[in-house]
């Protein structure tokens, strides 16, 4: 096979395999046989394309391949249950090949998979791991740290999702507009959690993954678009405000550049611009919410001209409306760095202190990682060191690792 084309499919699976199996999902209206559908059309793009040649929409392509070894999947196993017989011919009987598999208009399939994993019969932990799992393709082991369980106990959680919206027939489609709103937080969360995966990866050997950050903000523009609500509008705001300066958080050794080190000539401004904007008619039009505070805060972390410049008064104030709207331990985490720039270290440190012994962040590694840089600041080495090597220990990102090490072999 020639090398390019290799690295071609390599390329599309990368970027496109979700897609061809939210289609999919639609199309056979079950999750298993999807993704084993989706793995053969894969399969078959790497024995037919270096002779046929790369097909013009290589993504209707593989969505066609796939349904017919679904089709030709069910035929076989026909042979030991009749049904399955009727159920391929009601399949090739439904769908044409003129349908329309390169959509994309609002009746985005991987937005209808995310409304159909975070359907309101599903629990919340089970609606955020199917959608992580199926619309994102986050390994279960992966999916299970970030909701701090083991990797069997996540894998029966999704398991059992797909047989619920198997069994009570939970149709694949975006809801009526009068359901929409009573589904939004669920799915703006999920939006979010991607967001922060591609952003800040949990572990592995890279701090971005680029095209998961990526994906998010394309997903974001889509349900902005179908429903401009404040906070959809302020989700959208904060991954572009966020991933405009992608460019800058990493140098050309894939280390971590901290944001005060950062080269802000390498941040997208425009980006930033169009974000900001959103910010203004977030605001504007339903009243201060989580996502809209937090974008807020990014934007002015991107729109100071220098970080000296920032403005860290209005940066701790936002974060205190946030802690009202929203009290959780990050925010609390935050909000007392913030005021470790306005106000100094050894404010910031009582803070991290307090957080730390009541105990809901003593796993935390950033939590560490903060109170180390607080007592390196008042000239407490040894305390410094032992909030790093924690702070080490915790961590399962490979840059973020050597970062600390580089933390702890300035002190040492």
């Given at each position: 096979?020639?090398?390019?084309?290799?690295?071609l499919?390599?390329?599309?699976?990368?970027?496109?395999?979700?897609?061809?199996?939210a289609?999919?999902i639609?199309?056979?209206?079950?999750?298993?046989?999807?993704?084993?559908?989706?793995?053969?059309?894969?399969?078959?793009a790497?024995?037919q394309?270096?002779?046929?040649?790369?097909?013009?929409?290589?993504?209707?392509?593989?969505?066609?391949?796939?349904?017919?070894?679904a089709?030709?999947?069910?035929?076989?196993?026909a042979?030991?249950n009749?049904?399955?017989?009727?159920?391929?011919?009601?399949?090739?009987?439904?769908?044409?090949?003129s349908?329309d598999?390169d959509?994309?208009?609002?009746?985005?399939?991987?937005?209808?998979?995310?409304?159909?994993?975070?359907?309101?019969?599903?629990?919340?932990?089970?609606?955020?791991?199917?959608?992580?799992?199926?619309?994102?393709?986050?390994?279960?082991?992966?999916?299970?740290?970030?909701?701090?369980?083991?990797?069997?106990?996540l894998?029966?959680?999704?398991?059992?999702?797909?047989?619920?919206?198997?069994?009570a027939?939970?149709?694949y489609?975006?809801?009526?507009?009068?359901?929409?709103?009573?589904?939004?937080?669920?799915?703006?969360?999920?939006?979010?959690?991607?967001?922060?995966?591609?952003?800040?990866?949990?572990?592995g050997?890279?701090?971005i993954?680029?095209?998961?950050?990526?994906?998010?903000i394309?997903?974001?523009?889509?349900?902005?678009?179908?429903?401009?609500?404040?906070?959809?509008?302020?989700?959208?705001?904060l991954?572009?405000?966020q991933?405009?300066?992608?460019?800058?958080?990493?140098n050309?050794?894939?280390?971590?550049?901290?944001?005060?080190?950062?080269?802000?000539?390498?941040?997208?401004?425009?980006?930033?611009?169009?974000?900001?904007?959103?910010?203004?008619?977030a605001l504007?039009?339903?009243?201060?919410?989580?996502?809209?505070?937090?974008?807020?805060i990014?934007?002015?972390?991107?729109?100071?001209?220098?970080?000296?410049?920032?403005d860290?008064?209005?940066?701790?104030?936002?974060?205190?409306?946030?802690?009202?709207?929203?009290?959780?331990?990050v925010?609390?985490?935050n909000?007392?760095?913030?005021?470790?720039?306005r106000d100094?270290p050894?404010?910031?440190?009582?803070l991290?202190d307090?957080?730390?012994q009541?105990?809901?962040?003593?796993d935390?590694?950033?939590?560490?990682?903060?109170?180390?840089?607080?007592?390196r600041?008042?000239?407490?080495?040894?305390?410094?060191?032992?909030?790093?090597?924690?702070?080490?220990?915790?961590?399962e990102?490979e840059?973020?690792k050597?970062?600390l090490?580089?933390?702890?072999?300035?002190?040492?």
């Amino acid at each position: 096979m020639p090398a390019s084309i290799e690295a071609l499919i390599n390329s599309i699976y990368r970027n496109e395999s979700r897609r061809v199996l939210a289609t999919l999902i639609r199309l056979l209206k079950d999750f298993d046989l999807a993704e084993e559908a989706t793995q053969d059309a894969f399969t078959a793009a790497l024995q037919q394309w270096p002779t046929d040649g790369v097909p013009h929409n290589p993504r209707a392509w593989l969505v066609s391949a796939g349904r017919f070894k679904a089709i030709d999947h069910l035929r076989r196993r026909a042979r030991f249950n009749a049904n399955l017989g009727d159920i391929a011919e009601a399949l090739e009987d439904a769908v044409s090949d003129s349908d329309d598999w390169d959509n994309s208009t609002l009746e985005d399939d991987q937005l209808r998979l995310i409304f159909t994993c975070c359907h309101p019969s599903l629990a919340p932990e089970a609606q955020l791991a199917l959608t992580l799992r199926e619309v994102c393709g986050l390994t279960t082991e992966a999916i299970a740290r970030a909701f701090l369980t083991s990797p069997s106990t996540l894998a029966q959680r999704i398991v059992r999702a797909k047989n619920k919206i198997r069994d009570a027939g939970i149709p694949y489609e975006i809801p009526p507009r009068s359901e929409l709103a009573a589904r939004l937080d669920s799915v703006l969360h999920v939006i979010y959690l991607v967001f922060n995966e591609g952003y800040s990866a949990s572990s592995g050997t890279s701090v971005i993954r680029h095209e998961l950050a990526q994906e998010a903000i394309r997903l974001g523009h889509l349900l902005a678009g179908l429903l401009p609500e404040s906070e959809a509008l302020g989700l959208l705001a904060l991954m572009l405000v966020q991933d405009a300066r992608h460019t800058a958080r990493i140098n050309a050794q894939g280390d971590l550049v901290r944001l005060e080190d950062q080269d802000r000539s390498l941040w997208n401004h425009a980006q930033i611009a169009e974000g900001s904007a959103l910010i203004q008619r977030a605001l504007g039009s339903g009243g201060a919410g989580v996502y809209s505070l937090q974008a807020a805060i990014a934007a002015l972390h991107g729109e100071a001209p220098s970080f000296k410049e920032t403005d860290w008064h209005e940066i701790t104030g936002l974060y205190e409306l946030l802690l009202h709207i929203n009290p959780s331990p990050v925010v609390e985490l935050n909000r007392a760095v913030a005021i470790a720039m306005r106000d100094g270290p050894a404010n910031g440190l009582v803070l991290l202190d307090d957080l730390l012994q009541r105990g809901q962040l003593k796993d935390y590694h950033l939590l560490h990682a903060a109170r180390a840089d607080l007592l390196r600041q008042l000239g407490d080495t040894q305390g410094a060191v032992a909030a790093y090597q924690i702070a080490l220990s915790l961590t399962e990102q490979e840059p973020e690792k050597r970062f600390l090490q580089n933390q702890l072999h300035a002190l040492v």
